[in-house]
């Protein structure tokens, strides 16, 4: 069983706005934080708020964050009692919370046998299978050659997946639909692998036909108690990377959230897993789930959870480091209405969600009741284009699905950014598109239903669609919520003015 350690300095070993929010709920809780930056994050907001900051290099993350030994070295210097990794950069790794271990520090986290498992999706998928999860019909190990895929692919019947053993992100991912095609299909998937993880072993899965991707928080103490804190729904998605989340999903029922909760609880136990973690599930047509893999860390869209639950996950994430006992039992939580999160993203949706780095010539967050901004720049900033393109997260709650969703709304509409393209646009098309709306969409979101014509309102669909609602409105209907297009000369429309 763990020490109780009393943490009173807290190193967070990460940037940007999750660094903001970690540092937020550490001060909350009477403990000093310490920023780590590199040259591009010198005036960042998150450096401002720490108590103590130090500077740890250049731009480029492998020189800066990434860089175990500078880290380490500033715990020592600073006697900080415990490091939080954030997400990305070392918040999975294995070789830092060993180095931080051996320098006398606690990792707000879980173990690195934990971390190794479930950061292999293949020893994951070793590790969970007696503990009656479901499992994605496939190749029990990386796959050996041409031979043993095409005798995999025939027995499981195409379209198969194809996916990187060591990574995420979509790379290494490979969707195969015929005989034919899995030559060059598992060849582009090996080579994919080995250039973005150094490892280039795959493995091939039953392709998912109209997939939910519908991922379970959990969290767990080290005296035996796992709990499940409900589910989000991720499947808005481009290139693989979410977009918008919600929780809880819209066609769960309790008895399946049940299951699926009790299964997520399973995988962590699997591990013997400490603190917070989420468990990726894909949901089919039929109601049937599959485990995917286990985020060993905080997630992006950990604020939706934090709406219903009125849980803080941080907290708990440090507690838990702590050594103490989670404050409830299962029995004990409950949802509370609905939470959206959309991610802005310093992307152009009508070039193909490319970066669009440059300056925040106007930023100024929307505000108001059920309304929650998790952000790390000002006006004026430049966005830097050594790190993710993630402005803010976005975050609505209300009693209900349709309020959370019309709030968000409210919220895009009154988000005002000018001097780089950003996601806003796009998001507020999902949230008023009658699949999103209705809650009958999967993963093909994007591919199905969304063209850059929408943006200007050239698309004859949408406009229809539109055209349908005014109509109703107009004959004195109750209030549709089908559809609702952004205003013409919404703020996120400012491009460049």
Known sequence: MMAKKKIQKLLVANRGEIALRVMRSAREMGISTVAVYSDADRNAPFVRFADEAVHIGPAASKESYLVIDKLVKVCKDLKVDAVHPGYGFLSENGDFARALEKAGVLFVGPSPH????MGDKLAAKEAVKGHGVPLVPGTEGAVSGMEEAMKVARSIKFPILIKAAAGGGGKGMR??????ELKEGLERAISEAQNAFGDGSVFIEKYVAGPRHIEVQIMADAHGNTCYLFERECSVQRRH?????????????????KRMGEAAVAVAKSVDYTGAGTVEFLLDEQGDFYFMEMNTRLQVEHPVTEMITGLDLVKLQIRVAEGEKLPFKQEDLRINGHAVEIRVYAEDPANNFLPDIGRLVTYRPPQGPGVRVDDGFEEGMDIPIHYDPMIAKLI???????????RMERAIDDYAISGIETTLSFCRFTMGHPSFRSGKY????????????VLDGRDPEEMAAAALVAAALGNGEARSTTVRPAPALSPWKLKRR
Do not use: C, N, W
């Not at 999967?442 to 014509?453: S, Y």
């Open 396 to 406: 609505t709650h209300g009693a209900t699905r349709e309020e959370a969703i019309e």
């Open 442 to 453: 999967d993963t093909h979101f994007v591919r199905d239903h969304f063209k850059p014509e």
């Open 241 to 257: 990377q979410k977009v918008v989340e919600e929780a809880p999903s819209a066609v769960l029922t309790p008895e399946l959230r």
């Open 114 to 117: 934990a971390m190794k498992v």
């Open 175 to 180: 969707i195969v639909e015929k005989e034919e």
